[in-house]
């Protein structure tokens, strides 16, 4: 039994990691479209995201022996994705639509492989969950999935405002699009298991961060009260999954 269901451990990573190409293509392709209509998908993102760290990842650390040990991980999580951020300038990039040097176009270039990164570590937390288990794997691809749309959003927004062509920034979107299979790839090369928890918790810190500081500004922006009802849905999906798969 453990012999068969073996390969199908080892694809499901890769085959959650395949669905954020979809979600990170959307999200590019909504940026060029409809911008300002995607604010309610974004506080659902925001949402989601929170409730993986907070319902599943947190709590499945806990339950470890010497499961509070593991949080200064947590800590450099949130650290390091705020640097990552910051780095690559995600959000200063909608500003500044003048001077459009090539040094700003590289620039530009610079913040989408930033980004590509950041999703290669995407992929990279979805195949440790799987290594975890399967329902922390599935419930860190859901929040995944649904964040991915704002970095395929962030990839050709930053692109294209630093002067680039869409033609480049369509092509740091497919580069961006690829980054988390090729993570979740990665994975089973190497086997996690004196790490996996450390892993967890880091990744518990960035997504505590992108929910928090990255996707609930970015819906915040349009000042609409609905905003908050989309991130309490966004939540209740992924603790409700969350049971749900307890129960399995
Ligand atoms: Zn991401």
Redesign the pocket.
């Known amino acids: 039994m453990t012999a068969a269901a073996l390969p199908g451990m080892q694809l499901a990573p890769i085959l959650f990691a395949s669905a954020t190409l979809v979600s990170t293509g959307f999200g590019g392709l909504a940026a060029v479209r409809f911008r300002d209509r995607l604010h309610l998908l974004l506080g659902f993102s925001s949402g989601a995201v929170l409730a993986v760290a907070l319902f599943d990842i947190l709590p499945e650390i806990f339950e470890l022996p010497g499961g509070a040990s593991y949080m200064p991980l947590a800590g450099l999580g949130f650290l390091a994705f705020f640097g990552l951020e910051r780095y690559t300038a995600m959000h200063r990039a909608r500003e500044h639509e003048h001077a459009l040097t090539a040094h700003e176009q590289e620039l530009g270039a610079l913040s989408a492989a930033g980004l590509t990164f950041?999703?290669f570590l995407?992929g990279i937390a979805i195949g440790a969950g799987f290594q975890s288990s399967m329902q922390v794997g599935v419930l860190i691809a859901l929040g995944?999935i649904a964040?991915?749309l704002s970095?395929g959003l962030n990839t050709v927004t930053v692109m294209l405002a630093h002067g680039n062509s869409v033609g480049r920034a369509r092509l740091w979107l497919i580069l961006d699009m690829i980054a988390p299979v090729l993570g979740a790839c990665a994975t089973l090369l190497v086997p996690l298991s004196g790490v996996l928890p450390w892993m967890l918790a880091f990744f518990a810190g960035s997504f505590l961060y992108i929910g928090a500081s990255d996707l609930l500004p970015e819906a915040k922006e349009h000042d609409s009260p609905l905003v908050a009802v989309a991130m309490a849905v966004g939540m209740l999906v992924i603790f409700l999954t969350s049971r749900m798969l307890q129960m399995v």
Do not use: L, N, V
Request: avoid cysteine.
């Open positions: 950041h999703s995407d995944i964040h991915d970095d």
